[in-house]
């Protein structure tokens, strides 16, 4: 059974940070890309960063770039998206994505609020 556990998520004021957590379980972590996705109410789903099966690969959003870094430990079934200098237009529901060939997860979501 494939089991997401995302935390980090929460209200924070423009400028600020947080770091999103995903733990995985259920399936061969080690062999699967990983990836950030986000929701804004109203809005499509779009991607954020996604990072290679052993993370040598990394790719980001523009809207994102300088920003946000993906970062995975295979050994700990985790990957992480650190977000620093968080605008109001960052707030969304951020989805832990899972693939290879053709599997595919999806976390449950964790909700990012940016307001002062």
């Known amino acids: 059974q494939v089991q997401f556990v995302e935390s980090g998520g929460g209200l924070v004021q423009p400028g600020g940070s947080l770091r999103l957590s995903c733990v995985a379980s259920?399936?061969?972590?080690?062999?699967?890309?990983m990836s950030w996705y986000r929701q804004a109410p109203g809005k499509e789903r779009e991607l954020v960063a996604l990072?290679?099966?052993?993370?040598?690969?990394?790719q980001y959003a523009d809207s994102v770039k300088g920003r946000f870094t993906i970062s995975r430990d295979n050994a700990k079934n985790t990957v992480i998206l650190q977000m620093n200098s968080l605008k109001p237009e960052d707030t969304a529901v951020y989805y832990c994505?899972?693939?290879?060939?053709?599997?595919?997860?999806w976390g449950q979501g964790t909700q990012v609020i940016v307001s002062s």
């Open positions: 994505h899972a693939r290879s060939g053709g599997s595919s997860y």
């Open positions: 259920g399936f061969i972590f080690s062999r699967y890309g």
């Open positions: 990072i290679s099966i052993v993370g040598g690969t990394t």
